[in-house]
T-cell receptor
Framework: LAKTTQPISMDSYEGQEVNITCSHN???????ITWYQQFPSQGPRFIIQ???TKVTNEVASLFIPADRKSSTLSLPRVSLSDTAVYYC???????????????FGTGTRLQVTL | DTEVTQTPKHLVMGMTNKKSLKCEQH?????MYWYKQKAKKPPELMFV???????INESVPSRFSPECPNSSLLNLHLHALQPEDSALYLC?????????????FGPGTRLTVL
């Protein structure tokens, strides 16, 4: 399983853009990169997923360089409600019929203040 | 409907009690997961069910016993737990059992073992 490394915590002011970088040096060819968000006492929630280059949805953007050894989650103009833990995960995209694991790293605790 | 429901929301039990946690999804997903999460730690995978069969058991003690009665339901039977088993227990499901598939998490059951 590809291991991921993220900063333990980040602070931001409301209205700023926040970029959280994740390192996954031993990512495999069949792996996708997925980011989840978790608020206290709730289950994680899917934010965005990508394989290479750039992916954008209504919530965030995901930048993946050509070597795919890292990825950056970009949250535009954060608000207080974006205060949460953000997890970067790497998982196999193949459906072999046998379950494959998804291992959560330590995550990044984002604190947004006024 | 992209909801995973879990009952109960909170559970307090003694070390000699037997209790069960319940998880339900109606998205037609064929993979279901149990995670354990301690405070300020990432979720830790416990079990994976793939097409109603137990596929992964992450060396979980036998006092935790999973059951998948049908494709929509997942139970976790608890017996003779220890105080260190107190945690948030999260259920998740995904369309197919592959690591890159989006997992939908329930709100969790907060378990306290006295």
């Amino acid at each position: 399983l590809a291991k991921t490394t993220q900063p333990i915590s980040m602070d931001s002011y409301e209205g700023q853009e926040v970029n959280i970088t994740c390192s996954h040096n031993n990512i495999a060819t069949n792996d996708y990169i997925t980011w989840y968000q978790q608020f206290p006492s709730q289950g994680p929630r899917f934010i965005i997923q990508g394989y290479k280059t750039k992916v954008t949805n209504e919530v965030a953007s995901l930048f993946i360089p050509a070597d795919r050894k890292s990825s950056t989650l970009s949250l535009p103009r954060v608000s207080l409600s974006d205060t949460a833990v953000y997890y970067c995960l790497v998982g196999d995209m193949r459906n072999t019929g046998t379950a494959s694991k998804l291992t959560f790293g330590t995550g990044t605790r984002l604190q947004v203040t006024l | 409907d992209t909801e995973v429901t879990q009952t109960p929301k909170h559970l307090v039990m003694g070390m000699t009690n037997k209790k069960s946690l319940k998880c339900e999804q109606h998205m037609g997903h064929r993979a279901m997961y149990w995670y354990k999460q301690k405070a300020k730690k990432p979720p830790e995978l416990m079990f994976v069910y793939s097409y109603e069969k137990l596929s992964i058991n992450e060396s979980v003690p036998s006092r935790f016993s999973p059951e998948c009665p049908n494709s929509s339901l997942l139970n976790l039977h608890l017996h003779a737990l220890q105080p260190e088993d107190s945690a948030l227990y999260l259920c998740a499901s995904s369309q197919v059992p592959k690591g890159a598939d989006t997992q939908y998490f329930g709100p969790g059951t907060r378990l306290t073992v006295l």
